[in-house]
């Protein structure tokens, strides 16, 4: 017994230190997408890959900012570290609200050859030319990354409604009205407060019906994608430069996500199975 828990524990660290578990995306999942007001929802935290993933436990040392914003101030999702599901939130007046969650800087590195199929998997391919030019393309690399994970809740009635919280990396989906619900839906993405063009963005639907929707930002820093389907979507992004002066780092990235459910009925949430200790 002893020797499977050291297996176990080895298996754990083994991919924790690599690119590929780095490379997960977070995204949030509250215990309701549509709650009635002045209940309380859990605000559960996952990580991984697909749209399938693990509960993360509450990490207070991580927590850069973990919030409710909607019709009234900004209030904080609240829990206990080490806590899992991550926090709760409770709704005193009906309305559109974003859950947020932003994360201060993790570190990881890995072999040049594990690093570029990260940046391919990410279309990331600005920083593969930018590293061969440089003539760095064989060397280890070490990485900065950070996350800010947005949701969409309906309090009381309302529809979900998207608004601009501060992120560094931002979506911010766009207002669509009940006559169009089945058009392909708009999309921004700003990094800094400006629209982020070229960014590969991916649309992952639970559950899933055929492969992702992959799109590139325009010019403008939107998408649109159709998401015909309803169900719940995940629509996620990196950006990545090179680390600025001060970062231990060779570059810096930064993870955006973002989820909402389309359905017509109430769904299961919360499909996080296995909890996980990174993020």
């Given amino acids: 017994m002893k020797f499977r828990y050291l297996r176990l524990a080895a298996l754990f660290v083994g991919l924790c230190g690599t690119g590929r578990t780095m490379a997960h995306d977070l995204w949030i999942e509250p215990s309701a997408w549509a709650p009635v007001t002045a209940t309380r929802i859990?605000?559960?935290?996952?990580?991984?890959?697909?749209?399938?993933?693990?509960?993360?436990?509450?990490?207070?040392?991580?927590?850069?900012?973990?919030?409710?914003?909607?019709?009234?101030?900004r209030q904080p999702i609240v829990g206990f570290d080490g806590s899992e599901p991550a926090g709760s939130v409770?709704?005193?007046?009906?309305?559109?609200?974003?859950?947020?969650?932003?994360?201060?800087?993790?570190f990881v590195e890995m072999s040049s050859a594990k690093f570029d199929d990260h940046l391919r998997e990410k279309g990331l391919e600005r920083i593969l030319a930018l590293r061969e030019s440089?003539?760095?393309?064989?060397?280890?690399?070490?990485?900065?990354?950070?996350?800010?994970?947005?949701?969409?809740?309906?309090?009381?009635?309302?529809?979900?409604?998207?608004?601009l919280v501060g992120l560094r990396l931002e979506f911010v989906a766009e207002p669509v009205p009940d006559a169009a619900r089945d058009a392909p839906r708009g999309f921004r993405l700003l990094f800094d407060g400006q629209p982020l063009a070229g960014a590969l963005v991916i649309a992952t639907r639970r559950p899933a019906v055929g492969s992702p929707i992959q799109v590139?930002?325009?010019?403008?820093?939107?998408?649109?994608?159709?998401?015909?389907?309803?169900?719940?979507?995940?629509?996620?992004?990196?950006?990545?430069?090179?680390?600025?002066?001060?970062?231990?780092?060779?570059?810096?990235?930064?993870?955006?996500?973002?989820?909402?459910?389309?359905?017509?009925?109430?769904?299961?949430?919360?499909?996080?199975?296995?909890?996980?200790?990174?993020?």
């Fill in 42 to 73: 859990n605000v559960t935290l996952c990580v991984g890959d697909a749209f399938n993933g693990r509960p993360a436990k509450r990490n207070a040392s991580r927590i850069e900012e973990f919030f409710a914003a909607g019709p009234g101030a």
């Fill in 90 to 106: 409770r709704f005193a007046v009906p309305g559109g609200y974003v859950l947020g969650y932003r994360n201060n800087h993790a």
């Fill in 134 to 163: 440089a003539g760095k393309a064989r060397r280890k690399v070490r990485e900065a990354y950070t996350r800010y994970v947005k949701a969409l809740v309906g309090v009381g009635g309302a529809a979900p409604l998207d608004r």
């Fill in 216 to 279: 590139r930002t325009d010019a403008a820093g939107r998408v649109r994608l159709p998401l015909d389907e309803g169900g719940t979507w995940l629509v996620t992004a990196v950006h990545m430069i090179e680390a600025p002066a001060g970062l231990d780092a060779d570059f810096e990235s930064f993870w955006a996500s973002l989820t909402f459910d389309r359905s017509t009925a109430p769904v299961p949430v919360a499909r996080c199975a296995q909890p996980a200790t990174f993020l």
